[in-house]
């Protein structure tokens, strides 16, 4: 499989993840109809990839292959009718919002070294992909965004940790196709395990506790 051909079906997944999350978040935390579960799926799905394109100076993949836009309606029609099976939705959103945000966050790494940015804004953009249809989100549902949460148990650290290393493994020649799934792996790990043991990025001193 070519480095292309990866990345793109690393950049559906993300959307998949993502507009499940979203879906999943609207139907757990506000009184929405099908119309609003499915707005806010595919705002949390395809936001984040528009910005990044938006950034880069291009047309958003998403007004140029019809994929992105089915994948986001597929995701977001399964959470609507498959949601009365979930009984334990908190679960489910925090594992499709980790993936999200750890595919998403490689893809906009690798995107912006394609375009010819330098490490720094790389590492910069994959954080605002993995982070930025998820902040939509939650701003749409009058929410404090998860990535601005004292307590969001290290949700930008882990995309920056995925984009860091795409950046790294570019640096020295490695191919950037097989390097974003294992920088996707490091994200989706740590985001995880920061849930599992309720990992905090420190807080400003004399803050009040969480």
């Not at 499940?20 to 978040?25: I, R």
């Not at 597929?74 to 925090?94: N, R, V």
């Not at 790294?168 to 974003?180: C, K, N, Q, R, T």
Request: aromatic share 8%; net charge neutral; proline share 5%.
């Amino acid at each position: 499989m070519s480095t292309q051909n990866i990345i793109l079906l690393l950049d559906l997944m993300g959307i998949f993840a993502f507009a499940l999350d979203g879906a999943l978040t609207a139907i757990r935390t506000a009184r929405v109809d099908i119309v609003g579960v499915m707005a806010l799926g595919m705002v949390t799905a395809i936001g984040g990839g528009i910005i990044r394109d938006v950034l880069l100076g291009e047309t958003p993949a998403t007004f140029q292959d019809w994929r992105y836009l089915v994948t986001a309606l597929t995701g977001g029609t399964l959470a609507f009718f498959l949601s009365s099976q979930l009984t334990h939705l908190s679960k489910p959103i925090l594992l499709f919002d980790a993936a999200g945000l750890s595919l998403f966050a490689v893809i906009g790494a690798t995107k912006a070294l394609e375009f010819g940015f330098g490490p720094l804004q790389a590492v910069l953009l994959g954080v605002i992909t993995g982070v930025g249809g998820g902040t939509i989100r939650d701003v749409l549902l009058n929410r404090i965004p998860t990535v601005l949460s004292a307590n969001s148990h290290l949700y930008a650290i882990p995309a920056m940790l995925a984009a860091g290393i795409v950046v790294a493994a570019d640096l020295v020649g490695f191919s950037a196709g097989w390097i974003a799934i294992v920088g996707a792996l490091v994200c989706f790990g740590t985001r995880v395990l920061s849930l599992r043991y309720r990992w905090n990025a420190p807080s400003p001193p004399g803050a009040p506790p969480l």
